[in-house]
């Protein structure tokens, strides 16, 4: 089936790291620019003090590692079925509900595909998580419900939503030539999602596919929860993280977790924060890493901090180790990082997601012999543990590698086409 004239709709990725829009256009690349000529724009906000106005994106994170005063807020998506959505921040002096921080950045992406498709979409099919909450079904519902108000509310007129790892599915079985039993593994910043489809190229554009998709699972585990265990094991000792008190109990770990976790990590520069750390120092035995967690706080450094275990976890996917200059802190202050450190550090994630992926396979009645595909996508699917631990699971399958921050996007084009024209 051709379609000459382009999509009335298009299809928006809106990732834990990073966010694409997709849109179907005849002889022309699917995704659209969105900044600098990239097709990603990171999901990133820096709302600017000085000049009183909010960045997005690269721009955003250069503003803030610049040292402008202001407000970094990063993996927005994450705040989808946490409790934090129905709250309130402080930007700029006034209260922001997180719904509407939602709807800047979402608002900012419908904005800059319009500028660059030349023309506005009302209808938008957004891709989500097979879940977005675990294991709670209403939650899960009410994550999906919200992120369509806010579509709503910039301007979408028609909202619907695809799973990530089926919007990927299709993306691949448009390159395809023959039948293939295709395992999606689609690992993002915020999740591991996964889809086992039947792909074939005649049926690439049916409007209905149910009977191809044999099933959809999932976990909540994504590339800031390898950062956070990157970070916990590895950079979070030197700021006391794991000391003893003075009754030889373990000092407490709300602010080191709080600090390895992007959207928690304003929190910890709140002012009955600093007050309890303070108390707590009479009490720890070494002063030393609690001292340095003080420096980091003064500095408002948690965000620098979490981009550098960031740059490790993905410098570790083609290196064996990597030293970050923590000189910021502290003048010689540094520490070497090791994949095999990290590698273990993560090693219960990776057991959980294995464990999704034998619930997937158990579910749709699917031996590991039968499927002859794995399709990696998603930011996170270069780890070579976490791609090493799913390909040893299925040793006869093909192991494919897509485009992977573009995949998605890419698939709800495909299906924003279909579903609206």
């Known amino acids: 089936m051709s379609h000459p004239t382009p999509a009335r709709a298009c299809g928006i990725d809106f990732g834990t790291s990073n966010s694409t829009v997709g849109w179907h256009r005849p002889g022309e690349e699917t995704l659209i620019a969105l900044e600098d000529g990239k097709i990603t724009l990171p999901s990133v906000v820096f709302f600017n003090i000085e000049e009183r106005r909010p960045a997005y994106g690269r721009l955003a994170l250069h503003e803030y590692l610049e040292g402008y005063e202001g407000r970094l807020m990063r993996s927005l998506k994450s705040l989808l079925g946490s409790k934090l959505i129905k709250h309130d921040t402080s ?84 390159g395809i030539d023959k039948e293939e039993l295709v395992l999606i593994v689609d690992i993002g910043g915020g999740t591991s999602d996964f889809s086992l489809v039947r792909l074939a190229p005649e049926r690439h554009m049916l409007d209905d596919r149910q009977n191809d998709i044999l099933a959809t699972g999932g976990v909540h585990i994504g590339g800031t929860d390898f950062d956070k265990q990157l970070s916990l094991q590895g950079v979070m000792p030197l700021f006391g993280y794991g000391s003893r008190m003075k009754s030889q109990a373990l000092m407490p770990t709300s602010y080191h977790l709080n600090l390895a976790t992007w959207h928690t990590i304003n ?55 990597r030293l970050v200059d923590l000189s910021r802190v502290e003048k010689g202050l540094e520490v070497d990082l090791s994949r095999a450190l990290f590698e273990a550090s993560i090693e219960n994630l990776l057991s959980r997601v294995r464990g999704s992926v034998d619930e997937l396979l158990r579910k749709a009645g699917v031996s590991v012999e039968q499927v002859d595909t794995v399709f990696f996508t998603g930011g996170s699917s270069g780890i070579p543990a976490l791609r090493q631990s799913v390909a040893a699971m299925l040793p006869q399958a093909r192991h494919v590698e897509g485009n992977i921050f573009g995949s998605i996007g890419s698939g709800l084009a495909i299906e924003a086409r279909k579903r609206y024209g």
């Open 267 to 321: 929190s910890v520069y709140s002012q009955k924060s600093q007050l309890a750390l303070g108390n707590m120092r009479y009490d720890i035995e070494d002063t030393g890493g609690i001292d340095r967690l003080f420096k980091l706080i003064e500095q408002r450094a948690g965000h620098w901090l979490a981009m550098e275990v960031e740059e490790t976890k993905i410098e570790l996917t083609h290196a064996q180790n």
């Open 91 to 174: 930007v700029l002096g006034t209260a922001l509900p997180f719904k509407d921080l939602l709807g800047m950045f979402i608002g900012e992406l419908k904005k800059r595909a319009e500028a660059n498709a030349g023309r506005a979409f009302d209808d938008v099919v957004l891709g989500r998580p097979v879940f977005f909450v675990d294991d709670d079904a209403a939650a899960d519902q009410e994550a999906e419900d919200t992120l369509a108000q806010v579509a709503k509310k910039i301007g979408f007129k028609n909202v619907s939503f695809q799973y990530e790892p089926i919007a990927a599915a299709f993306d691949y079985e448009s």
